[in-house]
């Protein structure tokens, strides 16, 4: 009884969802989890009977992108887990997608096939070898109409590069080069070489002993094909430049805003480190993430940011009992919509939160099953600190920790969100009139 239930336990940690992303037309999202699968869903062409019913997101493709392994040199497991997955820019009828676990990354080509050819003259029909002395006549072989399959082929496996986990990658837009990220290292490959790569940032201390700071997360400038950035524990972001150094260990800018000494703590530190940051599409803009905020930065202004987003400011009160069940170490990601105008990001119990740049107006909507039946509309939740608690509030002390959102992604034209809870994907858009 017992093993059924560490069994059940097992599979069910596989599902969790580790990364969602929606590539660069939206027709396609695909999701990576603990156990190592990629789905990708495909939006529905609009129906004609039906022309108000957009497209619906069904299941398009699933795949094993990579297995548990074990590193022999130090005795380490490597989990299969996907930690983030980046779409290539379509260039013809396949898709292709970069999906990485803590040391590989591979490139995916997702195509279709509806033909198959037939009529060999060298083979029977089954594929096997004929003996040449039978073959009496020529035979030309024509094009068969097939079920329509989607295979998903490994093209390239990035290997052997980093030391640490790596924790992000970034395709750059010259469509030829993409980033990998690790704890202490950036390196730069080229998309058709998978045997050398280049390392751009290197932070390791000579004496491991100094190590103060960690990168958490890098990204290439949507336009701009010489610019990076990459953002750290101490919750600083530094913005390099390839062209100005092969190493680029030296930044041109830095962003930090200096602490504020009245909010100072034990945590402050565990607070202040960036868990995802992410430029503007427009590229004037960027955005980070920390433990309780989402801050918007412009670009050419580096001592503070432009806007600052509290998430769930009512859990500063509770950090220590966060600490101790680890949950402040969890790390949310934030995404802006198309149109740079709104940010989103996850937060606890379900919840995830968007921000309206304009009109500064937020709002908390929850991802759950008793809610999202085809068509139902969110309704706003509300957290209630102290005092009395309205009837449709929820109070800070029954929220459940263990049901976090901590991936999130936007449609880059229209409306359509994509948010991972544990185990469920839940996709949401706006209404339809």
């Not at 079920?147 to 496996?157: I, Q, S």
Request: proline content about 4%; aromatic content about 10%.
């Amino acid at each position: 009884m017992h093993l059924l239930e560490e069994d059940h336990r097992r599979c069910v940690k596989a599902d969790i969802i580790s990364t969602v992303e929606f590539n660069s037309t939206g027709e396609l999202l695909a999701t990576g989890d603990k156990g190592g699968r990629v789905v990708v869903f495909q939006r529905e062409q609009e129906s004609k009977n039906q022309p108000h019913r957009r497209g619906e997101y069904n299941v398009y493709s699933t795949f094993q992108s990579h297995e548990p392994e074990f590193d022999y040199l130090k005795s380490l497991e490597i989990e299969e887990k996907i930690n983030k997955i980046r779409w290539l820019p379509q260039q013809n009828a396949a898709y292709f997608l970069l999906s990485t676990n803590d040391k590989t990354v591979k490139l995916w080509k997702i195509s279709e096939r509806d033909k198959r050819p037939e009529g060999y003259n060298l083979k029977d029909d089954d594929g096997r070898v004929l003996d040449p002395t039978t073959i009496t006549a020529l035979r030309v072989p024509v094009l068969r109409p097939v079920d329509l399959m989607v295979e998903a082929t490994p093209r390239r496996v990035f290997s052997n590069a980093h030391t640490y986990h790596i924790n992000s990658i970034s395709v750059n837009s010259d469509n030829e080069t993409y980033m990998s990220t690790d704890d202490l290292r950036i390196n730069l490959w080229n998309l058709e070489i998978t045997n050398r790569s280049f390392n751009i940032v290197d932070i390791k201390p000579a004496n491991m002993e100094e190590l103060t700071e960690v990168i958490t997360a890098a990204e290439f400038h949507p336009n701009q094909c010489n610019t990076f950035i990459y953002s750290s524990s101490k919750g600083s972001i530094r913005l390099c430049d390839m062209r100005a150094a092969a190493l680029c260990d030296n930044h041109c800018k830095f962003f930090e805003e200096p602490e504020d000494p009245s909010n100072r703590s034990f945590f402050s530190e565990i607070i202040s480190s960036i868990s995802d940051v992410k430029f503007s599409h427009s590229g004037r803009y960027l955005m980070t993430r920390d433990y309780l905020t989402v801050k918007v930065w412009d670009l050419n202004m580096e001592y503070k940011p432009l806007e600052t987003y509290q998430v769930h400011e009512y859990l500063r009160s509770k950090l220590c009992s966060l600490y101790e069940n680890d949950c402040i170490f969890d790390k949310f990601e934030c995404v802006w919509n198309g149109t740079d105008s709104v940010l989103m990001t996850g937060s606890y119990n379900n919840f995830f939160r968007m921000f309206d740049r304009n009109t500064k107006r937020d709002v908390t909507l929850e991802a759950s099953r008793e809610n999202s039946k085809p068509r139902a509309i969110l309704k706003p939740r509300k957290v209630c600190v102290g005092g009395k608690r309205r009837k449709d509030e929820i109070s800070v002390d029954s929220l459940d920790l263990s049901k976090k959102i901590l991936h999130t992604a936007w449609h880059p034209s229209e409306n359509i969100i994509a948010v991972a809870a544990t185990n469920n994907l839940y996709i949401f858009q706006d209404k339809v009139n």
